[in-house]
């Protein structure tokens, strides 16, 4: 019996994905950019084991076992399926899974979950795919930003921006520009409506067709503020997606609102702050909490002004991270 243990990183998207144009393959609509987290781990350890049942144990960040979210539950069990066809193997297997951050509420723990499965389900079933294999697989359970989580540092899907079956790319390692994120948590929460269903109806929203032609270019100076370290035009370019997402989510039919009142109260405070000459500015994906993106430079400072706004329950000071990876610590 093979037993496997993985961890990797939540990421944060620059340029997001929203929207399918291929379900079953999970094929995004546009290219999206993300910046890999250092400290919002997932860590998940599979087993191969007797009998015909898989196993799935989730455990809070303290060991004990915790309810699951009961999409991630059901995605968990469709993917080692999936992943015993590709393996060709027959076996149950037991999984253990563990995030050490609020679990479905905009901080893409789907994303760090699926690609430590994919990643221990690969090592316990004796697969040995290298990373573009690993992030097409990871893909394929149904959270495209998974894909993403195999890589650290800054990285777009497709990384091949004509190809939508193509696997992740990094664009730039983790040391090219030490940005944090100091995540705020407003609610800590599993959001309403699943980014799954926020995918699907994305396309209903009469601006969709609006925002496609806007990101390429958007995309684009995402590239160029992360090639140049230019922290003025990358704020300016990943504040205007973030608004273009939840306009969209709301806009949709029918509409989905993420945000609560303290997910503004932060928005303004970010801008304040950017106004005071700090280099700070947010970003939400389908959730509540804000993603403050800052340079170490304003790091301490921003921290400590976000924490104390009203209706803020922790923040959450991460960084870019690296890539996913094996660990002989095992949960199980
Ligand atoms: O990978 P999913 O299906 O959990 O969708 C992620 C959606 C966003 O987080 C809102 C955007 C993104 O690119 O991560």
Known sequence: MAKCTAVAAANIALIKYWGMQDADRVWPTNPSISMTLRHCVSRSTVETIAGNEDEVLYLSDDGVPAPADAEFAAGVLRHLQRMRVLADRREAMRVATVNNFPTGAGIASSASGFAALTMAAAGA???????????????????????????????????????????AQRIFDRGHWPLRDLIVVVDREPKEV??????RRALTSPYYSVRQTLLPRRAERVRQALATRDFRQLAEAVEEEAIDLHLIAMSSRPPTFYWQAPTLTVLHAV???????????????????????CT????????????????????????????????RSHLI
């Open 125 to 167: 079933l004796e697969l040995q795919p290298d990373a573009p294999q690993l992030s097409r697989w990871a893909r394929m359970s149904g959270s495209g930003s998974a894909a993403r989580s195999i890589l650290g540092g800054f990285v777009q899907w497709p990384g091949d921006a004509g190809d939508p079956d193509a696997p």
């Open 296 to 327: 170490p430079r304003d790091a301490d400072r921003a921290f400590d002004v976000l924490c104390d706004l009203p209706g803020v329950v922790q923040v959450i000071a991460d960084e870019v991270g690296s890539d996913a990876h094996y660990d």
């Open 194 to 199: 699943s980014s799954r269903e926020g995918h």
């Open 271 to 293: 801008r304040q702050l950017r106004e005071g000459g700090m280099e700070v500015c947010a970003t939400i994906d389908a959730g509540p909490n804000v993603h403050v993106l």
